[in-house]
């Protein structure tokens, strides 16, 4: 079974620095790996989707990265604001290529904060 | 385009009664996923469709749930008899099509069953 692992489970930092947030996944036989935020009592956002060939993702401020080997993603913020400040999960479909057969599964996520 | 449209907001009822959710997803996307969220296990998936037939229902934790997609443009989630356990914030979300495309979700379903 695929687990997906999401350390710290919160994570303070002062605005205007640079952070990384981190997703681990047990089974490596992954079709792509996405990063959502959500903000409290509201749905999640997809920032960021990764293919298994692909070794990172841009976006504005956001570059997420993928090393399948080794199980593990990271979502990297650059020059953080308190806009920034939410819960960030990562999510694994894990399986083939052909629609039907694979799984979804999310990590537990880590709660941001940014200190103005 | 309105997103992903869930109702109702908030759902208050007793153990025991019957629970519809309901959830009209972004026009054109032909993949409709439900998920559960709860602080003790996290968001899951329980059920997937994708042109309105059912992919995956393994999330699904019992028979007391039931999902069903009548059309491209409507889908219910529903919980008969309720039970306090099932308290949970419920979220639709729908996509283009494969696991490829990004995931749009709706605002949530607040489940609360005393």
């Known amino acids: 079974k695929q687990e997906v692992t999401q350390i710290p489970a919160a994570l303070s930092v002062p605005e205007g620095e640079n952070l990384v947030l981190n997703c681990s996944f047990t089974d490596s036989a992954i079709y792509n790996l996405q990063w959502f935020r959500q903000d409290p009592g509201k749905g999640l956002t997809s920032l960021l989707l990764?293919?298994?060939?692909?070794r990172e993702q841009t976006s504005g401020r956001l570059n997420a990265s993928l090393d399948k080997s080794s199980g593990r993603s990271t979502l990297y913020i650059a020059a953080s604001q308190p806009g920034d400040s939410a819960t960030y999960l990562c999510a694994v479909w894990l399986g083939v290529s052909n629609f039907g057969n694979e799984k979804l599964t999310f990590g537990t996520g880590t709660r941001l904060t940014i200190i103005p | 385009d309105a997103g992903v449209i869930q109702s109702p907001r908030h759902e208050v009822t007793e153990m025991g009664q019957e629970v519809t959710l309901r959830c009209k997803p972004i026009s054109g996307h032909n993949s409709l996923f439900w998920y559960r969220q709860t602080m003790m296990r996290g968001l899951e998936l329980l059920i997937y469709?994708?042109?309105?037939?059912?992919?995956?229902d393994s999330g699904m934790p019992e028979d007391r749930f039931s999902a069903k997609m009548p059309n491209a443009s409507f889908s219910t989630l529903k919980i008969q008899p309720s039970e306090p356990r099932d308290s949970a914030v419920y979220f639709c979300?729908?996509?283009?099509?494969?696991?490829?495309?990004?995931?749009?979700f709706g605002p949530g379903t607040r489940l609360t069953v005393t």
């Open positions: 979300a729908s996509s283009l099509g494969d696991p490829n495309y990004e995931q749009y």
């Open positions: 990764i293919q298994s060939s692909q």
């Open positions: 469709f994708n042109n309105n037939v059912p992919i995956d």
